[in-house]
DNA sequence: ATTCATAATAGGAACTATTCCTAATATAAA
DNA sequence: TTTATATTAGGAATAGTTCCTATTATGAAT
């Protein structure tokens, strides 16, 4: 059968992906539920998890778990790394080869089979480098 | 013991790191305030956290955080990988190669100053393949 | 040993991110 | 239009963690 006309994509679906992207910079769901009210106010938060749970299976998005507990979002969907700031929790991407974990062999993970690898360095950024200086502390 | 308690290591405090190192397979703060009871009933959650924490600022331990939600810890604090399975939570070492931060380059990281790297592979553990199997699932 | 200042505690409330539940609505197919 | 089903909004529930507070334990100084 050809493409099956199902609700693939519906409004708010759609919202949430435009949210992300615009966003462009690893959003948290809060941030992706209040740039997709802008498109469709009435949004609700769980249409807004429902469906980046979707997105994330589609492959369309990709979930960034840090040091923090919230998680961030990315559509930037090929192979790389992240950096969180300790401080603030802001992500950004990271310049450095990801890690390819094609050639990981069964034995090496103990029986699990292995189908991705998340890597996030920790650090502290810019601004809250400077926030700390400002402050005199060392904590 | 008869040791001269110090303020430096309470024995909650030391409860809480010996039963990390006897749990030895990244337990969960929850196992951790469980295995700990064992030794000294009357401990509660919140000590078993804020101990925790402090055992991770003096780096005795090391937080793993995942695609899941739980924090999990690991009292083997030397440079490792870990592998966690999608279904069931569980995370175990992984015989690769850690990632060597030290050669990344202020530049790399866009301002950041790196500390740290957390690799993360997911999968599916050995047991969790079986029940799926079992099923007839495959999603 | 008694007093004192303070570090650490137990217990529980509060908080936060996320998931779950349900009745209502929107959609595509017949 | 009718029907079956996906999807929704809204809010309740859950889970993990942090925060608050009165109380207790500790080491130092008397």
Request: charged share 25%; net charge neutral; hydrophobic share 30%.
């Amino acid at each position: 059968m050809e493409t099956k006309p199902t609700r693939r994509g519906s409004k708010q679906k759609m919202a949430v992906l435009d949210a992300t992207k615009r966003l462009s910079n690893h959003p948290t769901a809060e941030d992706i539920f209040f740039k997709a009210k802008e498109e469709i106010v009435s949004i609700s938060f769980s249409t807004v998890y429902r469906n980046l749970g979707i997105l994330v299976k589609e492959k369309e998005l990709i979930p960034i778990s840090g040091p923090g507990s919230e998680i961030h979002y990315d559509h930037v969907i090929n192979n790389h790394c992240h950096i969180q700031c300790r401080v603030c929790g802001k992500v950004r991407d990271m310049n450095v080869p990801a890690v390819d974990f094609s050639g990981i062999l069964p034995s090496d993970a103990s029986g699990f089979t292995v189908d991705g690898v998340c890597v996030t360095f920790t650090g502290t950024c810019r601004d809250c480098q400077v926030e700390t200086d400002t402050k005199g502390e060392q904590k």
